[in-house]
């Protein structure tokens, strides 16, 4: 069926859909969870080790990581990508540029290499990266659910990174992992009982939280390339678990098209340097916000032509 959608001028009528699944409604309900800590069973299992701590931020966690190695400032963390594009998040760019410089390519300089496995889709023959001979940090903030064809996401880095709201129904929290270094809490208790609570109540629908996930990006390409014949930026393998819907548009302004869609309540943006643009697919998300999402291009589409 054809879903009938319309767009509000008033600033305090809009919807609001982050590339997060938190809601209102989690904050509310977060706030009255018994105490369960079966996270911690499952982060145990998954690190194969308990040397773990939780951060206020995903960013707090990088911070973290690069004070161990004592930085000088002419020195290089050298960046390397899924896709390859030049593009790197400010979030974490700002980050390394409080103790150092980073590059795309290995300088004489280089110290650490950074490994981001981007938006959900994880960076392949990681265990190549071996040869270089440098610490590696692998940044996981959005694949907390992804794993490569040679299993060895969050196993290769000395350092693993995770941003939890952006796997959990949560507004705030990180995760960091050390393969040698011991770590202290950068939480106080009550914080990270808290985050404690939350994840172990979402924990409990791990399958299902992958399986939504692959469903709404396959149909989001479905219908991308049916109505408007638009292709994916990154295929979709098995055990990849996304964590934004990537599309090739080539036909349309993305920045412009980036300010509609949060003029009409939906965190998006460009993947810049490429004509990829990008949006929320997680688990909270019904076919009918994926078809208001499709609405927002048609509408867009329209209005540039008219």
């Known amino acids: 069926m054809e879903r009938e959608f319309y767009l509000s001028d008033d600033k ?13 409604k989690d904050l509310a309900e977060n706030s009255c969870l018994n105490f369960d800590d079966s996270i911690l069973k499952f982060l145990n299992n998954k690190f194969s080790s308990k040397n773990f701590i939780f951060t206020n931020t995903g960013r707090e966690a990088l911070s973290i990581a690069l004070r161990f190695y004592s930085l000088k400032k ?18 974490v760019t700002n980050e390394i540029e409080k103790y150092c410089s ?3 390519n290995i300088e004489k300089k280089t110290k650490i290499l950074l ?22 940090i692998e940044d996981c903030a959005h694949s907390f659910g992804s794993q490569n064809k040679e299993n060895s996401v969050g196993k290769v880095g000395d350092f693993v990174i995770y941003s939890l709201p952006k ?32 994840l172990s109540k979402n924990i409990k629908n791990y399958d299902q939280i992958i399986e939504k996930r692959v469903m709404n990006y396959n149909y989001l390409e479905s219908q991308m390339q049916k109505k408007f014949n638009y292709e994916i930026r990154f295929k979709l393998e098995k055990n990849y678990v996304p964590g934004v819907f990537l599309v090739r ?6 920045n412009k098209l980036k300010t509609f869609f949060q003029n009409n309540g939906v965190e998006a943006s ?3 340097n490429e004509k990829t643009f990008f949006m929320p697919v997680h688990q909270a998300l019904k076919e009918s916000d994926l ?16």
Request: charged share 25%; glycine share 4%; hydrophobic share 40%.
């Open 74 to 91: 002419d020195d290089v963390v050298t960046i390397f990508t899924t896709s390859g594009n030049y593009y790197v998040s400010s979030c």
């Open 12 to 24: 305090f009528l809009k919807p609001c859909y982050r590339i997060s699944p938190f809601t209102t």
């Open 291 to 306: 078809d208001y999402f499709i609405y927002l291009i048609y509408e867009f589409k329209r209005r540039e032509v008219f």
């Open 270 to 272: 460009v993947f810049y």
């Open 102 to 104: 980073w590059s795309r």
């Open 167 to 198: 796997f959990f129904s949560i507004n705030f929290g990180g995760i960091l992992f050390s393969k040698k270094n011991k770590l202290y809490n950068f939480v106080d208790s009550n914080k990270e009982n808290y985050i404690i609570k939350v």
């Open 249 to 254: 548009i080539d036909d349309i302004n993305l």
């Open 115 to 136: 490994i981001i496995h981007e938006f959900g889709f994880p960076y392949e023959n990681l265990r190549d990266l071996k040869k270089y001979n440098f610490p590696i």
